[in-house]
């Protein structure tokens, strides 16, 4: 096992008009499934192995019927995951959401977001707080896609945790990659990465001042 540098940012939602809504794609729906349903736990895997996600965390953090589980069809086939947790106060968070790769990079995940914070809210009965974790292990392109949706950085922790040898952040292999277009800040220096998971560049993320 390798040392490398976690840093891991919370983002929120707090009302629904943040929402900066993408052109809705018909061919992208949720279909609602059980936590056991064999094609959510291959798509879990499928997205979130690359990343490091852990299985473990994912089946332990809450029971239903505060945590529900969505499969994000595209053409009626399986194409990526949603998780939800609603907590006593209301709050929503997004446990996991992501594409599988085949369909990473097609201009699909800003409408699946946009689905995904719709559907978030419904399951409070409006819901006043919508909230994840994303961290510089995950797609370059996550970070700036919840920006652009509306989501505020709210909190960052930076953590020292152990990767497999010779394991590197998707897009670390080829060099820097700032999430270009999410906001002037963004694109200047928050979650660019080197040849190292270790090597994150820069540390300007947009806190909301006072959190």
């Not at 490398?4 to 919370?10: E, N």
């Not at 008009?17 to 609602?32: E, F, G, K, S, Y």
């Not at 490091?52 to 053409?75: C, E, M, N, T």
């Not at 998707?170 to 990659?177: E, H, I, L, S, Y």
């Amino acid at each position: 096992m390798a040392s490398a540098v976690k840093t891991r940012l919370t983002l929120e939602m707090r009302s629904p008009d943040q929402l900066v809504r993408a052109r809705l794609i018909p061919q992208i729906t949720l279909r609602a499934v059980p936590a056991d349903d064999a094609v959510l736990v291959r798509i879990f895997h499928e997205v979130g192995d690359r990343h490091l996600w852990s299985a473990k965390s994912w089946a332990s953090w809450g029971s239903p019927p505060a945590k529900r589980q969505w499969l994000i069809d595209v053409d009626s086939e399986p194409a990526g995951l949603l998780t939800l947790l609603t907590n006593r106060t209301g709050d929503v968070e997004v446990v996991t959401f992501g594409l599988v790769p085949d369909r990473q990079g097609q201009g699909l995940g800003g409408a699946a977001l946009t689905l995904a914070v719709d559907l978030a809210t419904a399951c409070a009965g409006g819901a006043t707080r919508v909230w994840l974790h994303t961290n510089n292990f995950d797609h370059p392109s996550a970070l700036p896609n919840y920006v652009k949706r509306g989501f505020t950085v709210v909190d960052q922790q930076v953590l020292h945790v152990e990767v497999p040898d010779g394991w590197h952040p998707p897009g670390a292999a080829d060099g820097p990659t700032p999430p270009t277009g999410a906001s002037p800040d963004l694109s200047r220096c928050a979650f660019g990465y080197r040849a190292s998971p270790t090597d994150l560049v820069g540390d300007c993320y947009p806190v909301r001042p006072g959190s």
